[in-house]
């Protein structure tokens, strides 16, 4: 079992920066895959950012390539997205996410086995 709590959410103007953090609980880090998710009002859960195991492999989705930076530290059991130049349509509510991998990094959510509860992200105007 592994347990993840976000960190970071808040509200910020456009333009600014946000770091988001997820901790997670257990002895066997390093053997997961990370990903963060978002969930706007009306819209279906996406992938934003996934990092493999040893955090040598990233992925991005295209609408914040360039903006959203993920990376994690293994010896303190956490991974971090930060997050620049944030957009109005980044408002959402964040999810990280662990997967069981040594494997590529997968953007699908039926890929993902541990979830945590979210932080709101709100971009203003």
């Known amino acids: 079992q592994v347990q993840l709590v976000e960190s970071g959410g808040g509200l910020v103007q456009a333009g600014g920066s946000l770091r988001l953090s997820c901790a997670a609980s257990?002895?066997?880090?390093?053997?997961?895959?990370m990903g963060w998710f978002r969930q706007a009002p009306g819209k279906e859960r996406e992938f934003v950012a996934g990092?493999?195991?040893?955090?040598?492999?990233?992925e991005y989705a295209d609408s914040v390539k360039g903006r959203f930076t993920i990376s994690r530290g293994n010896a303190k059991n956490t991974v971090y997205l930060q997050m620049n130049s944030l957009k109005p349509e980044d408002t959402a509510v964040y999810y990280c996410?662990?997967?069981?991998?040594?494997?590529?990094?997968?953007?699908?959510?039926?890929?993902?086995?541990?979830w945590g509860q979210g932080t709101q992200v709100t971009v203003s105007s």
């Open positions: 990092i493999n195991w040893s955090g040598g492999n990233t």
């Open positions: 257990g002895r066997t880090f390093s053997s997961y895959a």
């Open positions: 996410a662990a997967r069981r991998s040594f494997g590529a990094v997968v953007g699908g959510l039926a890929d993902y086995d541990y």
